[in-house]
Nanobody, 120 residues
Framework: QVQLVESGGDLVQPGGSLRLSCVASGSIFSINAMGWYRQAPGKERELVAAITSGGSTAYVDSVKGRFTISRDNAKNTVYLQMNSLKPEDTAVYYC??????????????WGQGTQVTVSS
């Protein structure tokens, strides 16, 4: 199995910034898309940002202009830079990745999540 480990979640004040990291490990041949999802209490899990191996990105409208997703392919790591944080950004943030492992098998893995809390 491919394992994803997130880090960087914290308690921050509105307007503050956080940088989330997610490292993928295992018998990975290649990683295609990587993304960040979030889920707040009582809300459905939503895609926040995604990035392809070629560097194409996509964002949910609510974070456009504030969040930036990036990746380091050599390190199998994806980042989410979050600026101008708002209380409504409070959620557990999950990393996701899909790609190929040994024998040409596809994988689609999730991290266990990291808590982001935006509050005064």
């Amino acid at each position: 199995q491919v394992q994803l480990v997130e880090s960087g979640g914290d308690l921050v004040q509105p307007g503050g910034s956080l940088r989330l990291s997610c490292v993928a490990s295992g018998s990975i041949f290649s990683i295609n898309a990587m993304g960040w999802y979030r889920q707040a209490p009582g809300k459905e899990r939503e895609l926040v940002a995604a990035i392809t191996s070629g560097g194409s990105t996509a964002y949910v409208d609510s974070v456009k202009g504030r969040f930036t997703i990036s990746r380091d392919n050599a390190k199998n790591t994806v980042y989410l830079q979050m600026n101008s944080l708002k209380p409504e950004d409070t959620a557990v943030y999950y990393c996701n990745a899909d790609g190929v492992i040994m024998y040409g098998r596809n994988f689609h893995s999730w991290g266990q999540g990291t808590q982001v809390t935006v509050s005064s």
